[in-house]
Structure formats: structure tokens, C-alpha cells
């Protein structure tokens, strides 16, 4: 089967650390810089963006994750939101979409949001250190996978590339997509924005 692959089509992604075989690191591996970079190609693409950018509670000020045009949004009111081909990412999405809060109102709706996403044309993109931590309604609906490794894998070390290794849900078998240099691409984003659960 012949599958032409990129960030930006239509459907849900999960960005998931701890690699193939979810034994590997699960953070400093690029899985923001995944999700800023597909934000990057949907404004190129002139699809509207959406990113949950929190508010820092000392400032009260929106730091924002993307240096990009976007619009900022709560993920528990996205079900709410009348959005149509649309590229949204959700940072941290563990947080919001925590397994073992997968009873409350707020999550179930996000859950809701999931199963309509796709027939609106939606790209959604959300990342996780481990894939276990979300919701299984959720986690058992992505059209792919995207396990981001670094290289090299040392987090100290400088970083030179990073592999994308993707499992699309009707395909059997790994694709791989390796991004050199991508610190030529953080100026779109900040990587040292801080998530916190929402209260």
C-alpha cells in the first residue's frame, strides 16, 4: 500500500515518548518541536492554527508555546468550538486527558471532541511522555503514531537531527522521517514554557 505521509493531513496524531518499544526516553525528545513544526507547515499551508498556550499564574499573561499566528484555546472547550480544517495542537496533552480522570465531565468531553474531529477536517496533534497516561477512548482512536527519537540520544549532548518513526493505524509496518538540523526551526516555538494541570 502506497500512503503519502505528513504532519498536516487530516486526522489525529500521537506524539508519544519512550520510543518504539515505549522503553526509551520520554522527554527532551522533541515531541513539541514535532507538533510546532507541523503548526509551522499548517500556517505555510494557510490553515488556521490552534495551540493550548497556558496562562502563567504569576504574570497572568498567555505564555505562548508557538511563535507563530495561532489562536490560543482551552482544550475542555474545543467540543464547544464550531472549528472546521483546522491544524490544533495539544501540548502536554496528559494533563488534560488523564486516564485516571477519565470520568469527569471536562475529559469525556474532550473524548466527544476526539470522535468528531475527523469528519470536520481536523488535524489534531497531541503529545504525551507515555502513551498509557491518556485516556483509552482517546488513545485508541490516532490515525498515527509519531514516536520522535533524538539524535544523539544524550539530552546533554548537542542536538543534531531528530527521527520521526511513524505507525500509521492501516498500515503495518514503520515509516521514518528524519529532520537534520532542527534548530534552524525553534525560533517557532518555546520550548521552555511550563504546562500546568488545569485547576
Same mark, same amino acid.
Request: hydrophobic share 35%.
Given at each position: 500500500?502506497?500512503?503519502?505521509?505528513?504532519?498536516?493531513? +487530516?486526522?489525529?496524531?500521537?506524539?508519544?515518548?519512550?520510543?518504539?518499544?515505549?522503553?526509551?526516553?520520554?522527554?527532551? #525528545?522533541?515531541?513539541?518541536?514535532? +507538533?510546532?513544526?507541523?503548526?509551522?507547515?499548517?500556517?505555510?499551508?494557510? +490553515? $488556521?492554527?490552534?495551540?493550548?498556550? !497556558?496562562?502563567?499564574?504569576?504574570?497572568?499573561?498567555? $505564555?505562548?508555546?508557538?511563535?507563530?499566528?495561532? /489562536?490560543?484555546?482551552?482544550? /475542555?472547550?474545543?467540543?464547544?468550538?464550531?472549528?472546521?480544517?483546522? =491544524? #490544533?495542537?495539544? $501540548?502536554?496533552?496528559?494533563? @488534560?486527558?488523564? *486516564?485516571?480522570? *477519565?470520568? &469527569?465531565? $471536562?475529559?469525556?468531553?474532550?473524548?466527544?471532541?476526539?470522535?468528531?474531529?475527523? &469528519?470536520?477536517?481536523?488535524?489534531?496533534?497531541?503529545?504525551? !511522555?507515555?502513551?498509557?497516561?491518556?485516556?483509552?477512548?482517546?488513545?485508541?482512536? !490516532?490515525? %498515527?503514531?509519531? =514516536?520522535?527519537?533524538?539524535?544523539?540520544?544524550?539530552?546533554?549532548?548537542?542536538?543534531?537531527?531528530?527521527?520521526?518513526?511513524? &505507525?500509521? %493505524?492501516? @498500515?503495518?509496518?514503520?515509516?521514518?522521517?528524519?529532520?537534520?538540523?532542527?534548530?534552524?526551526?525553534?525560533?517557532?516555538?518555546?520550548? &521552555?514554557?511550563?504546562?500546568?494541570? !488545569?485547576?
Amino acid at each position: 500500500m502506497s500512503r503519502k505521509f505528513s504532519l498536516i493531513d +487530516m486526522g489525529i496524531y500521537e506524539i508519544c515518548g519512550g520510543g518504539r518499544t515505549g522503553l526509551r526516553q520520554q522527554n527532551r #525528545i522533541g515531541k513539541t518541536f514535532t +507538533m510546532a513544526y507541523g503548526a509551522w507547515l499548517a500556517e505555510e499551508a494557510g +490553515m $488556521d492554527v490552534y495551540c493550548n498556550c !497556558p496562562t502563567n499564574p504569576i504574570t497572568e499573561h498567555v $505564555d505562548h508555546i508557538l511563535n507563530l499566528p495561532h /489562536y490560543d484555546y482551552n482544550p /475542555y472547550e474545543l467540543i464547544g468550538d464550531d472549528l472546521f480544517d483546522s =491544524y #490544533i495542537m495539544t $501540548d502536554q496533552a496528559e494533563q @488534560v486527558m488523564d *486516564s485516571a480522570a *477519565s470520568g &469527569k465531565k $471536562d475529559v469525556r468531553n474532550l473524548v466527544y471532541f476526539n470522535y468528531q474531529a475527523k &469528519k470536520r477536517g481536523i488535524a489534531w496533534r497531541y503529545d504525551t !511522555p507515555r502513551h498509557k497516561n491518556i485516556v483509552p477512548r482517546v488513545r485508541f482512536n !490516532p490515525d %498515527a503514531f509519531i =514516536y520522535p527519537e533524538r539524535i544523539p540520544t544524550n539530552w546533554h549532548e548537542p542536538l543534531r537531527a531528530i527521527r520521526l518513526v511513524i &505507525k500509521l %493505524a492501516e @498500515v503495518d509496518r514503520l515509516f521514518f522521517l528524519r529532520l537534520n538540523n532542527p534548530q534552524d526551526y525553534f525560533p517557532i516555538y518555546n520550548e &521552555k514554557v511550563m504546562l500546568r494541570p !488545569p485547576a
